[in-house]
């Protein structure tokens, strides 16, 4: 074992180094993240600070807007975040659109840097490393995307939880219905591990969520945007599905095609995520449901795979079990999601992976479960709050 000093050195060392390296590639992409991914989040916010909420969902409206930034002949990179995400992006689009795509970039490298730091002095010098070695989070920034903010709410969230703070974890974590199609398995593991507070908190901030979104587009706007995620001919919601980390991509990679087949995948998926998070310490809820919330929902590629950050770190330190811990430090590593440059059937390694990352967990929690209670402390965070009642 090195000094603590020398692996603090060496994991700073290690994270410059690939942070240079992310930067040197993101650079390339941030020409297609203002014209794709950051343009349909500041036209979102635009059209709400100009009242234009009315036409939030309607796809001409949209794309008249966009064509402020974007050439004349540019297809539509539609806004699909639901209406209150748009409301939090106004201030932001009152912003010249330059000046905000600037601002945007430098708000999520700043949130990353404090994930890095609250992980470093968490979990130590090498979560530290785990995080500049994410190609989720470096990559998904440069390509506009917002994915930081969330590895940012879930890390918030456990934060809170670990020092038992369930209703502000709760309502922290609540910020995901800006992601809803991640939600419903969280709702499903606080109320199997029984953090009431914390479940109803959660349940309260999506309500509230749900609340001002009607609120600000009718039930005319939610029918709207029903119908823009339902548009078979937008396809930029899901361009090239073998490219995704859940069970479409999987189904698309291994040649599945038939219904039932994805239904087998999503099936053993819950059964697994079932199991994980039987008796869980934080760690271990956190990490499950956040790789089976990743693996059961219809929409989600590589930077999504910027949450399991919040499940990796403390599994690499609280895990009792060396298939834990390995499938959390291959998932660490960029090469489950670089398989996807391969094109089929290589590319299904990113969600494979994460299946037997899930596996793993669940393995893991039937281990733990036929020892005594005072067996599985080691895997145990040193706070962990008894069910809240």
């Known amino acids: 074992m090195l000094p603590r000093k020398f692996e603090s050195a060496f994991a700073c060392l290690l ?36 009242g234009r909420t009315g036409d939030l969902y309607d796809p001409a409206a949209q794309l008249a807007v966009e064509r402020q930034w974007s050439p004349p002949d540019a297809a539509l990179v539609p806004f699909i ?82 020092r038992n703070r369930p209703l502000p974890a709760g309502a922290v974590l609540g910020l995901m219905a800006a992601k809803f199609h991640f939600t419903p398995l969280w709702a499903v593991a606080l109320a199997v591990e029984r953090r009431w507070k914390m479940l109803a908190a959660f349940a309260a901030a999506g309500a509230a969520a749900v609340l001002v979104s009607v609120a600000m587009v009718g039930t005319r706007g939610v029918r709207s945007y029903i119908a823009i995620l339902e548009n078979p001919d937008l396809e930029w919601l899901s361009p090239s599905p073998e490219f995704m980390i859940g069970f479409p991509g999987m189904a698309a990679n291994l040649g599945m095609r038939s219904v039932a087949g994805r239904l087998a995948i999503v099936a053993a998926v819950l059964l697994l995520f079932a199991v994980a998070i039987r008796r869980a310490p934080l760690w271990r809820l956190f990490a499950a449901t956040t790789a089976a919330s990743l693996l059961a929902a219809p929409h989600a590629y590589g930077y999504d795979g910027a949450m399991l950050l919040c499940g990796l770190w403390p599994a690499l ?28 059937p290589w590319a299904a390694a990113a969600s494979l992976s994460l299946l ?28 962990r709050p008894a069910a809240e009642g």
Request: overall charge positive; some cysteine; proline content about 6%.
């Open 81 to 162: 975040r639901p209406p209150f995400y748009a409301l939090l992006l106004a201030p932001l689009s009152r912003l010249p659109f330059e000046a905000a795509f600037r601002c945007w970039i430098a708000l999520q490298i700043v949130l990353l840097l404090a994930c890095w730091t609250w992980a470093f002095r968490r979990f130590g010098p090498m979560a530290l490393a785990i995080g500049a070695l994410s190609i989720s989070a470096t990559l998904g920034l440069a390509h506009g995307q917002d994915c930081v903010i969330f590895l940012a709410v879930l890390a918030a969230s456990y934060s809170l939880a670990e």
């Open 356 to 383: 037997l990352f899930l596996a793993a967990l669940a393995w893991e929690a039937r281990r733990t479960a036929a020892l005594p209670a005072s067996s599985d402390q080691t895997s145990a965070p040193p706070v």
């Open 15 to 50: 994270a410059a180094g690939f942070s240079l390296v992310w930067l040197a590639l993101g650079r390339t992409a941030l020409e297609q993240a203002r014209a794709h991914d950051f343009l349909s989040l500041y036209s979102g916010g635009w059209m709400v600070a100009h």
């Open 317 to 344: 330190v609280y895990s009792s079990g060396r298939y834990s811990r390995a499938a959390a430090l291959w998932m660490a590593t960029p090469f489950p999601f670089c398989f996807t440059l391969l094109g089929r």
